[in-house]
């Protein structure tokens, strides 16, 4: 029977809680309640399969020491710890088929924090008081759907029961489907590759995609748009890629120079953390990404800016920036535990940055080129300058033919393989 995890706060949330638990086994579930609540519940409220304080012991807390602290934020932070490790023990011991949560800003902190640990593709659903607005903090990199409760979570009434019954037919529904997938056989697909495009550099990875998919690989295309490099990065933490093709850097520039498309200081690590074998451009590492014109912080007003459209505009790297990106990059794939390479189009690194363009700067570009190779001195990543411009069919094809080389030599050298 498929089972429906429910993360709570019984604290405040009770009986709505009692009445989610109900409606899931009126639907044919089975469930499994987590309290994620500090306080005591009230009396005659349910009690969690998981109660609090198994959750606060799961992190190494202690539920009276966090009551008797007072500190709210404290006790919070201490509870999304533990419920993120209740709700991945439960996934790992095949209990778990999807999870719900309904809340308000800090249920939905820890409810959220749990859902993001788990792999993509495992139902996630949380009704929340914070949907409408800037959902970024609690969806992340993974593939929560959020529902706007409308009301406040403050009782069953007649409109919460409305959003709610929606709420755990859709639970319900995603678990029994997922339970499907997961008792038969794993699905004998192509080798997936990850691949990270911008609008800047679409032809290199259209190209590079038609020759993989030659190969015999399926390629997931993701938009470096920060949220996009975050979900390339998990999906290759979470196993489900053969290999990465990352010809889009470019959230790396965004991360050092102050843009608004930074995927983080994590970016360009997960690949190399799981020993996949991984080749690497400086596609777009010569812009910056801001929004419209007038918001582009007063600082940058004498740089080199390009609108791209009425609502991007992007800002040309400089040689000095150009440096510290090389050598950012040469840093994070210098401790990759598998094969990586770097290919360095040497005719521009992105459709702006080719003869005649308005972010043609050889000297910056060179500058990152001589800072990645003096980083990358004494590592096994091998760095292969191209002359061509990213955009060349040539250079795609070439780092397509370079990727399923280290894929094959991978594979050749695993026990038994």
């Known amino acids: 029977m498929a089972t429906v995890v429910l ?15 109900a409606r899931l086994r009126e639907a044919g579930c ?5 309290d994620a609540g ?13 109660d609090a304080a198994a959750v606060a012991r799961r992190a190494g807390h202690d539920l ?8 709210r934020g404290a006790a919070v932070t201490a509870m999304a710890e533990g419920v993120e490790l209740v709700v991945g023990d439960l996934h790992r011991e095949g209990r778990l088929h999807a999870v719900l949560a309904v809340a308000g800003s800090g249920g939905s902190f820890i409810a959220a924090r749990a859902m993001q640990a788990l792999p993509v593709g495992v139902p996630k659903l949380l009704v929340s008081t914070m949907a409408s607005g800037d959902v970024s903090p609690y969806v992340g990199s993974s593939d929560i759907t959020m529902m706007y409760s409308v009301v ?17 037919a859709a639970a319900a529904g995603m678990a029994a489907h997922h339970e499907r997938a997961m008792s038969g056989p794993p699905p004998q697909g192509r080798p997936l590759i990850g691949a990270s495009m911008f609008g800047v550099t679409t032809p290199a990875v259209d190209a590079a995609r038609r020759r993989l998919d030659e190969l015999g690989y399926e390629v997931l295309v993701f938009h470096a748009t920060g949220a996009g490099g975050r979900a390339l990065e998990k999906l290759a933490a979470n196993g489900f890629l053969a290999g990465v093709l990352d010809l889009t850097t470019t959230e790396l520039a965004d991360e050092l120079v102050g843009g608004v498309l930074s995927a983080g200081p994590d970016r360009l690590t997960a690949a190399g ?3 996949l074998p991984q080749v690497v451009a400086p596609g777009a590492l010569d812009m910056v990404n801001f929004g419209a014109r007038e918001t582009v912080p007063g600082r940058f007003a004498e740089r080199d800016l390009l609108v791209h459209n009425p609502t991007v505009t992007l800002m040309r790297t400089t040689a000095d920036e150009m440096t510290e990106l090389g050598a950012l990059m040469g840093r994070k794939l210098a401790a990759a535990h598998g094969p990586a390479a770097v290919l360095w189009p040497m005719g521009g690194v992105s459709a702006v940055d080719a003869p005649g363009g308005p972010f043609q700067d050889p000297e910056a570009d060179t500058a990152g080129l001589a800072a990645l190779s003096r980083a990358l001195e004494g590592s096994a990543v091998e760095l292969r300058e191209v002359d061509a411009h990213l955009n060349d069919p040539a250079f795609a094809v070439a780092a397509a033919d370079l990727l399923h080389r280290l894929i ?3 594979d050749r050298a695993r026990p038994n393989t």
Not at 7 to 21: P, Q, R
Not at 152 to 168: F, M, Y
């Open 30 to 34: 089975e469930v499994v309640l987590v």
């Open 64 to 71: 009276d020491a966090l009551r008797a602290a007072g500190d």
């Open 38 to 50: 500090v306080l005591p519940p009230p009396q005659g409220g349910p009690a969690g399969d998981v």
């Open 7 to 21: 993360v709570g706060t019984l604290d405040t949330k009770g009986a709505e809680y009692a009445w989610l638990s």
């Open 273 to 275: 953390a799981a020993g």
């Open 408 to 410: 094959g030599e991978a």
């Open 152 to 168: 406040d979570v403050a009782g069953i009434n007649s409109v919460s029961s409305l959003i709610l019954g929606n709420a755990v």
